[in-house]
């Protein structure tokens, strides 16, 4: 069995590939949203922060309202079929704050891939959003089908345990 190269996207990032790899982020209140398409194997993921608002022209891969966009886009650039897409979204969770997140950014986040993907017709064949902890995916491109952990602590739980020092 061939072991399959890994790349890795940070925010603000995504990737389009046509080469069977193993794509992997880290989500806390940032999505990521992984399109597949089924008869050619072509696949792109992105991994944005912030939702942005509608208003948004510049095409900012930051923000989920232009960076959704701009990943189907490309992906039709290389002759991709509208039609034989198909999308995963993952993220949004509420890591810093678990009582109570007034700007709700994980949330937005999610419901602007939601919105986006229903605008362009794609169909979301898994989603895995929301809650208060991130999570860790990978991305198969030569199947279209994604692996998720959920970590099991959020950053503030995290950044207590180092100001605490770890209990020593």
Request: proline share 3%; aromatic share 8%.
């Amino acid at each position: 069995m061939v072991e399959l190269k890994r790349y890795t996207v940070f925010p603000g990032q995504y990737v389009i590939t046509s080469v069977p790899m193993l794509i992997t982020t880290i989500l806390g209140s940032c999505v990521s949203v992984c399109l597949w398409d089924r008869e050619q194997k072509i696949s792109g993921m992105n991994h944005y922060l912030l939702p942005g608002s509608h208003g948004d022209e510049a095409g900012n891969a930051n923000r989920g309202i232009t960076a959704i966009p701009l990943l189907i886009k490309s992906l039709l650039n290389r002759l991709v079929n509208i039609q034989n897409l198909e999308a995963k979204i993952f993220g949004g969770c509420n890591t810093l704050y678990k009582e109570s997140n007034i700007f709700k950014i994980g949330d937005r986040n999610a419901a602007i891939a939601f919105e986006t993907l229903k605008e362009f017709g794609i169909p979301i064949v898994a989603h895995h959003v929301g809650g208060g902890y991130g999570r860790k995916i990978v991305f198969n491109t030569a199947t279209g089908k994604v692996r998720m952990r959920l970590l099991n602590q959020t950053a503030l739980e995290v950044n207590e345990k180092v100001d605490k020092g770890f209990g020593y």
